[in-house]
């Protein structure tokens, strides 16, 4: 008998799974999701918090994120509510009732967060007042006590001392704010910068590129309804855009605007709002010049923050509802500058440095004012050297070495007397009068505590066209003194002799309290002559694309 191929029986072909003829039965497939296998190193990753106090979690993604902006404001007020509940007794707290500072318990006029704790602080409210708000959920429309007495005229400075409460804690120093904005050169924003035209150099923020970075910067100069009568508005727009170019700032524009008749703050809305482009927009200034905040108040349609000549005024960052579009504005606190006089006197002596009409010219020599007959003689023959000049308590100029025809002109506030006594009498003159006759600072209490004039300065002014003043010196805080080397208006002649005799140089002596800053700067052309001797500087066609529009 043959024998079968082997492989007809153990080789026979198998039936496909899919084949319907299959012998086999059908198992269902089961499909598991795989496990996650996490390193160590993620998984620490992922558990570690961050430590960027301005990262929190996300609460939104493209257009519903936070923006640092609101970030920034969440930030600064859940820190400052964390100290106060810290340091807050638990009892008080059981009876006042515990609160929890947001982006809308702060108050409206200062952006100090809300409290029912500290009487003497900013932001506080009395506890039933605060229940009732946080009831109907008002709170934004709050104003804390403080600011409700500035707003009656009260000096309430939140600056230790100085007439303030004795802690001093919710006072911004300029290290701090720079600190706390320092986000803005990594951002896009637009930055609305504020400068007080008749302290130009004092309320300039310094190193404000530092904070600002390339974003765009809208200037606004206020108070230039204080300059004296029939001054030429185009020199004035056209010196500051030069003094604006020296700081190689990214500015778009230059407004002059009034605090008294709101000239000019129309201009500055549209202009913000042609060029915020989404972006949030930055009102930054000094701490604080009296009707500074005209602008941002004129943007807030209700609840205006609070204007006072007291310096940190402004205690925390103040979001304004101004934009019917996306972006929003923010009034941060101003920042402290210690070389200004506003940061040595007493606060009830801060109204005296705040103009408060327009500035007027006084010179000196002065042959209307009575003297003796031996001073005016030395005055006629020998001008003003060897005389000093005193400017309230707060300045005094020695004059070293000037020409016979040389005037000085002081522009500031009318409330400062100016005395002048000859140099060898004036160290007993000031002795006798500071606090009387010199005042700030006012009444003998505050002149025995007084620092004195402690800093002194020598200064060396060249001038070249005896048509025009020398240069201006800024008292940071004060005013200014225009230096003019050869008055045209006088009787006596210079001859050639005189001007070889002084080489075409003038010297004085400055002697201001110890914090306090001198600018020696390019004379500001005001009043009907400044109309007749500034010069406009010719400019190239690459600096005319590049330089900024002023407007008025």
């Not at 994120?65 to 920034?72: C, H, K, S, V």
Request: charged letters at 25%; aromatic letters at 8%.
């Amino acid at each position: 008998m043959a024998l079968k191929p082997l492989t007809s029986v153990f080789l026979s072909p198998l039936p496909l799974p899919h084949s319907p003829s299959s012998p086999f039965p059908k198992f269902p497939t089961i499909c598991r999701k795989p496990t996650p296998v996490l390193c160590q190193s993620q998984a620490r990753q992922q558990t570690t918090p961050t430590s960027d106090p301005f990262v929190p979690e996300p609460d939104g993604l493209g257009a519903a994120a936070p923006t640092r902006g609101d970030l920034f404001l969440e930030h600064h007020q859940s820190v400052a509510a964390s100290e106060a509940v810290s340091n807050a007794d638990k009892k008080k707290k059981k009876l006042s009732g515990s609160w929890k500072a947001s982006a809308a318990s702060a108050c409206y006029g200062c952006g100090a967060p809300l409290q029912t704790l500290e009487i003497d602080a900013p932001g506080y409210v009395d506890p039933e007042t605060y229940g009732l708000k946080k009831k109907h959920r008002q709170l934004r429309t709050v104003l804390c006590g403080r600011c409700r007495l500035l707003s009656h005229g009260q000096m309430i400075t939140a600056v230790g001392g100085n007439g303030g409460y004795s802690g001093g804690k919710q006072f911004i120093s300029a290290e701090e704010l720079r600190e706390k904005l320092s986000h803005l050169r990594h951002e896009k924003a637009l930055i609305v910068k504020l400068v007080d035209i008749v302290d130009f150099n004092g309320s300039f923020l310094a190193r404000v590129r530092d904070l600002a970075g390339a974003n765009p910067i809208i200037l606004v100069v206020t108070k230039i309804d204080l300059l004296p009568k029939e001054t030429d508005l185009n020199c004035v727009g056209d010196w500051v855009v030069e003094a604006t170019m020296k700081k190689k700032l990214n500015v778009l524009s230059v407004h002059l605007t009034s605090a008294k008749s709101l000239v000019g703050i129309s201009s500055v809305a549209s202009e913000i709002q042609k060029e915020k482009k989404g972006r949030d927009v930055y009102i930054l200034d000094s701490a604080n010049m009296m009707a500074q905040k005209d602008p941002v108040a004129a943007a807030a349609q209700r609840y205006k923050p609070i204007q006072s000549a007291v310096p940190g005024t402004t205690l925390g960052p103040i979001q304004i509802d101004a934009f019917l579009g996306g972006g929003k504005l923010y009034d941060t606190p101003g920042v402290h500058l210690h070389h200004r006089q506003a940061a040595v006197v007493h606060s009830e002596d801060l109204p005296a440095l705040a103009p408060r009409s327009r500035l007027r010219a006084q010179c000196f020599p002065n042959f209307q004012v009575a003297f003796d007959d031996t001073t005016s003689s030395r005055i006629r023959s020998n001008g003003l050297n060897g005389f000093s000049i005193f400017w309230g308590g707060l300045m005094r100029i020695d004059i070293v070495k000037v020409l016979p025809q040389t005037r000085l002109t002081f522009f500031g506030p009318k409330a400062l007397s100016i005395q002048m006594v000859p140099t060898d009498k004036a160290d007993e003159f000031y002795q006798k009068e500071v606090g009387v006759l010199l005042t700030p600072p006012t009444g003998k209490q505050r002149a025995e505590e007084w620092m004195g004039l402690e800093s002194e300065r020598q200064l060396q002014i060249k001038f070249e066209d005896i048509d025009r003043p020398a240069c201006d010196l800024a008292i940071s805080g004060l005013g200014w003194i225009a230096v003019d080397a050869f008055s045209a208006g006088r009787s006596l002649t210079t001859t050639d002799s005189d001007l070889e005799e002084t080489e075409k140089q003038l010297q004085l002596c400055i002697r201001v309290p110890k914090p306090v800053e001198i600018f020696v700067r390019p004379p500001i052309p005001v009043g009907k002559s400044g109309g007749e001797w500034y010069q406009y500087r010719e400019l190239t066609e690459k600096e005319v694309e590049v330089r900024p529009k002023w407007y008025f």
